[in-house]
C-alpha cells in the first residue's frame, strides 16, 4: 500500500477494515483508495497539505486550516480511519472526541475559554464583533453551569455533546 499505484490487495482491503473497526465495506474501501490515489497527486503514498486543499469544499471550510494540523501527511489508512469518523457506523463518542481534537489546537488535552473564542472567530469572521462573540460564549458557558475560567478535558465535551443529538455523517460513493 506504500505506493499508491499499485492495486489494493484482498489482504489490505481487510486490515484497512480492521483497522477502522469495520466501519467501511469492502466496496467502500475500493472507493476511498481510487479517491486516495487522485488526491495524491505526487503518488508519494500519503496526502499533503496542498493536496487537501486542491479539494474545493475542503478549501473554503473555515476550519481548513485547523484541519489539516490533523490530517497532514495521511496515508491510506490513515485517510481511512480519519473518514471513519464520519460514517454512520462511528460512535457519537469518537465524533466528540474530533471535535475535541479541532478545538485542543496546542494538544495539550485541555480546551479554554481562548481556545473557543479562537473557533468563534474562525467560524464567524467579521459577521460579528468579538464583544458579541465573547457575550454569547460567556452566556452559554454560563448556561451549561461553566465559567470563563473553566478548563475543558475531553470528558466535558462528551457530557456536554453526548445529549445534542449530534450528527456527522458523510456517505462514500460506491461506483
Not at 490487495?9 to 472507493?31: A, K, L, P
Not at 503518488?43 to 473554503?60: K, N, W
Amino acid at each position: 500500500m506504500g505506493n499508491t499505484l499499485s492495486m489494493l490487495t484482498q489482504y489490505d482491503i481487510e486490515e484497512v477494515q480492521q483497522h477502522c473497526n469495520n466501519t467501511f465495506s469492502q466496496q467502500e474501501i475500493v472507493s476511498l483508495y481510487q479517491r486516495f490515489c487522485q488526491l495524491d497527486r505526487s503518488g508519494r503514498g500519503f496526502i499533503s497539505s496542498d493536496e487537501f486543499l486542491s479539494i474545493p469544499e475542503f478549501a473554503v471550510n473555515p476550519l481548513s486550516q485547523r484541519l489539516l494540523k490533523i490530517i497532514n501527511g495521511l496515508n491510506f489508512k490513515e485517510f481511512v480511519s480519519f473518514l471513519s469518523t464520519f460514517s454512520s457506523g462511528s460512535t457519537q463518542e469518537q465524533k466528540i472526541e474530533f471535535i475535541f481534537k479541532i478545538y485542543d489546537l496546542n494538544c495539550n488535552g485541555k480546551v479554554t475559554f481562548n481556545d473557543i473564542m479562537n473557533m468563534l472567530r474562525d467560524l464567524t469572521g467579521t459577521y460579528i464583533s468579538e464583544q458579541q462573540r465573547q457575550q454569547v460564549l460567556t452566556q452559554l458557558l454560563k448556561e451549561a453551569g461553566y465559567t470563563e475560567d473553566s478548563v475543558f478535558v475531553l470528558e466535558d465535551f462528551v457530557k456536554i455533546l453526548s445529549s445534542s443529538g449530534l450528527k456527522m455523517e458523510v456517505e462514500v460513493p460506491v461506483d
